[in-house]
């Protein structure tokens, strides 16, 4: 091997193509994984569609997918405006689950003594049910957004601080010996070694974060509120609008997933170099 | 290729002073001790050890004999418990920047391409960015990476790694490069022909070279010394002034008498102190 390469210094382009492959064309790549659930999503809609119209299933219990259509072509400024208002509540919270998670996750990584006082306080926020303290927060702070965003900070928070921690944890430490052999600071170190290091696990957190702060969000509106799909579902609810709810229902999964996806893509950006980016198709 | 001479950067590349009268590695009266859970382990005992400037060290040993510790011990990154190092006359009291050090397992940033792991030595310590990509590409050249700067680590064989952290570790040009098992992950053959690069790096460099290894062929091969230690506690058993020609071919040297008369006694002190103290 030495020796080839001595003499024929021979570059490696098939080799590194072969690698570079699995990080080409991300949103092409995109697309590829949604034909499948695509495909699975379309066999429920006509398994829905034919229980629905054969009148096996009455429809104030399982509207049809015509009638859940109806709903949505039928109030598109108001289902428009409940979701803006839920996306926002959603958004500013994964926003700050995120920011306040990371900085915590480091705190507790570089300080054992923070986190030895408060990674029990952090779990036990986590395990109270959120939905059990958000009609407290509805007290404390008013019928605003304000509640519904802490609610979705604090589903959010617990999977971006565990994931920040055990992605900083996961750096090589003779890379950390290494570096202190070159005199750098720890902020350097930091910047340089451990936050990429920590990234993959770090996302992977920030996914999850992600669909749990919609879950949040919503869970916010339902103790308190006048606007928001989880007021939607309310109404659609006190109305026996199946077909509303089922609407309310779609367009948060939707939301979900969306945030989600915007994080895959920043998973593909960030992290092509990662085992788990690279062993797929 | 470069040579190591007078002219090299100044400007804060490497320590830079003038080369002082005297060793470049004094370690006097070293004990290492660790406290684990249930009992006192003494790592190292008693080491007394000069290294002079443009030496070839190789030091051989059982595993737990403590070699890895010394050499941590060289670089700072293990505390003494007693005794000390000094290091171009400076003593050693933390992590050393005048050091470079090459670790079994490459240890390279998944994120960066081959040459930007070499340059990752070069923005840690602020040096200056021409100079430094000059230098890289000299080493690059040097151990054979010639078409793999862009390759990803992940894109390269354990070989092409440890020569990447070779780089990485030379990059600074630093007084002593302290190598730990660096080829020990590697495959055989691998193994003969990065020892052979090796060896051509040094001779062409005349660096100072502290090598720890369980290969006694290796440790044979590459040196213009080699030391055998033995375990619990850590010590310094035997010295050997390994008196083979300057330019060694392998197959050549393999066969060389005194090669295998030196080969011979150690892997005789190792069996003994295999047999003798296993646990």
């Known amino acids: 091997m030495t020796q080839q390469t001595q003499q024929a210094p021979v570059p490696p382009p098939a080799q590194v193509s072969e690698g570079a492959r699995g990080r080409g064309r991300p949103f092409s790549r995109v697309w590829g994984a949604a034909a499948y659930p695509a495909t699975f999503l379309a066999l429920v809609v006509v398994v829905w569609f034919a229980v629905t119209t054969t009148g096996l299933v009455q429809p104030y219990i399982i509207p049809s997918p015509v009638d859940t259509w109806k709903a949505f072509s039928d109030n598109p400024e108001y289902l428009w405006t409940h979701t803006l208002v839920t996306t926002g509540e959603t958004v500013a919270g994964f926003v700050i689950a995120s920011v306040v998670g990371v900085l915590v996750a480091v705190f507790m990584v570089y300080s054992p003594a923070l986190e030895k006082t408060f990674y029990p306080l952090i779990l036990f926020a986590q395990v109270i049910p959120k939905i059990a303290i958000a009609p407290l927060f509805v007290v404390w702070l008013g019928f605003g957004a304000s509640p519904k965003i802490l609610v979705a900070v604090l589903m959010a928070f617990f999977p971006v601080v565990i994931s920040g921690i055990s992605g900083l944890r996961s750096v090589d430490p003779e890379l950390l010996e290494l570096t202190s052999t070159m005199g750098a600071s720890p902020f350097k170190t930091f910047l340089k070694v451990r936050l990429p290091a920590a990234l993959p696990e770090l996302l992977s957190g920030l996914k999850v974060a992600a669909t749990l702060a919609v879950t949040g969000a919503v869970v916010g509106e339902f103790v308190g509120a006048n606007s928001g799909l989880g007021y939607v579902i309310l109404q659609a609810n006190g109305n026996i609008d199946t077909a509303m709810l089922f609407a309310a229902l779609i367009i948060m999964s939707a939301l979900g997933v969306l945030l989600f996806a915007i994080i895959q893509v920043a998973e593909m950006l960030l992290i092509p170099w990662h085992a788990s980016r690279r062993n797929r198709g | ?279």
């Open chain 2, 1 to 279: 290729m470069f040579a190591r001479t007078a002219d090299r950067a100044q400007d804060g590349a490497g320590a830079g002073s003038p080369q002082p009268q005297g060793p470049m590695v004094d370690i006097h009266g070293v004990d290492v001790t660790f406290q684990t859970k249930d009992r006192t382990v003494h790592a190292l005992s008693g080491i007394d050890m000069t290294i002079e400037p443009g030496e070839f060290l190789s030091i051989a040993g059982p595993s737990g004999c403590g070699k890895s510790t010394l050499l941590r011990v060289i670089a700072g990154l293990t505390a003494t418990s007693a005794g000390g190092v000094t290091l171009r006359g400076a003593p050693v009291e933390g992590p050393r920047r005048d050091v470079g050090f090459v670790f079994q397992r490459a240890a390279l940033l998944d994120w960066r391409n081959a040459r930007d792991n070499i340059l990752f030595q070069a923005e840690m310590r602020g040096l200056p960015k021409a100079w430094s990509r000059k230098r890289a590409d000299e080493l690059i050249e040097m151990t054979g990476l010639t078409g793999f700067e862009k390759a990803m680590p992940f894109e390269l064989s354990g070989g092409m790694q440890q020569r990447v952290s070779l780089c990485r570790a030379l990059l600074h040009e630093p007084d002593v490069l302290l190598m730990d098992e660096p080829f020990g992950a590697l495959d055989a053959l691998t193994r003969e022909n990065m020892n052979v690069e090796l060896r051509r790096i040094w001779e062409a460099t005349g660096m100072t070279v502290v090598l720890v290894t369980h290969s006694v062929a290796e440790a044979v091969y590459l040196a213009s010394r080699a030391v055998v230690m033995g375990p619990r506690p850590g010590r310094v058993i035997e010295e050997f002034v390994i008196d083979l020609p300057g330019h060694r071919e392998y197959e050549t040297t393999l066969e060389n008498p005194e090669f295998q008369r030196i080969s011979g006694r150690i892997r005789e002190l190792l069996g003994s102190t295999a047999t003798t103290t296993a646990d």
